[in-house]
């Protein structure tokens, strides 16, 4: 499927061998929301064993999400958005940190993704919405925080921007977002086994992408001030910490 789709793409940038998998902008959302609707009854037991063995072992991915929602710390009586929420895990601790006390809305374009972030148990304040993170349905300065997890990587550099802006658009000056990516570590046989696991997927060539134009550059082309850059779950990801500054006039 993904190779029919992508016949005509030969996007710069991305690897000669992988060429035929990147994804146009234009196509992107209905093949990722097709690819999801396959996978996502696996989604959560994929993410779980993957962090358990880049995150040391059992209570990988919690500690990993936890130190996610440390970044974004939801504080009592704001409104957060997750955009690109999948499964809803990260949505759901965020969710639980406000206490009631705040609104938070996770935004998907995969509607079986959603239906597994359904079937949890969803804290007061939480709602998920079926949406296209470029264009979300809110006026903009509607959020105080947006945060965007492991979403990145599989658009294609356009699409990134797109999405970018639109955090960009969503938060009020001053408000803040979370992006969080893929790393490198430092470590050489880390390195060797995210780049090989990468290299089996069709999301390679926006993964090498994403890495080649780094993360911090492309959030703050959008306008965000980065504050402070995180590693996290033994450098494995990445997390931008980004203010919108205060001078900038929120338009709807
Ligand atoms: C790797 S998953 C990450 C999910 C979640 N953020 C997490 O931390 O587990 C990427 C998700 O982004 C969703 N997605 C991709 N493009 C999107 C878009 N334009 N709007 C909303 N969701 C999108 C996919 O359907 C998928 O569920």
């Known amino acids: 499927m993904m190779k029919a789709e992508n016949e005509e793409a030969r996007a710069g940038g991305a690897d000669a061998n ?3 998998r990147v994804v146009l902008p234009d196509h992107y959302a209905a093949v990722y929301a097709r690819i999801y609707d396959h996978l996502a009854r696996f989604y959560d037991p994929f993410v779980r064993s993957a962090l358990f063995i880049m995150n040391g072992g059992f209570g990988g991915e919690r500690r990993w999400r936890e130190d996610i929602v440390d970044l974004i710390d939801p504080g009592p009586g704001e409104h957060l958005v997750d955009l690109c929420s999948g ?45 296209d993170a470029r264009h979300a349905t809110y006026p903009g300065g509607h959020f105080d925080k947006a945060v965007i997890c492991a979403a ?3 658009m294609p550099r356009e699409t990134r921007k797109m ?5 960009f658009r969503l938060v009020r000056p001053g408000g803040r977002l979370v992006a969080v990516e893929h790393n490198i570590p430092g470590e050489w046989h880390k390195a060797l086994f995210i780049n090989a696991f990468e290299y089996l997927t069709p999301e390679y060539p926006t993964y090498k992408d994403l890495l080649e134009s780094g993360l911090q550059n492309e959030v703050e082309a959008v306008g965000f001030s980065t504050l402070e850059v995180r590693m996290t779950a033994s450098e494995y990801f990445q997390m931008v910490l980004a203010e919108k500054p205060d001078s900038c006039d929120t338009s709807p």
């Open 18 to 20: 992988h060429a035929n």
């Open 87 to 131: 499964t809803g895990t990260l949505t759901i601790l965020m969710a639980e940190k406000l206490k009631g006390y705040g609104e938070i809305t996770g935004i998907e374009i995969s509607e079986a993704q959603l239906r597994v972030a359904n079937r949890k148990h969803l804290p007061p304040g939480l709602t998920f919405v079926h949406g």
């Open 152 to 154: 990145l990587h599989e």
């Open 163 to 167: 999405v970018l802006a639109e955090a």
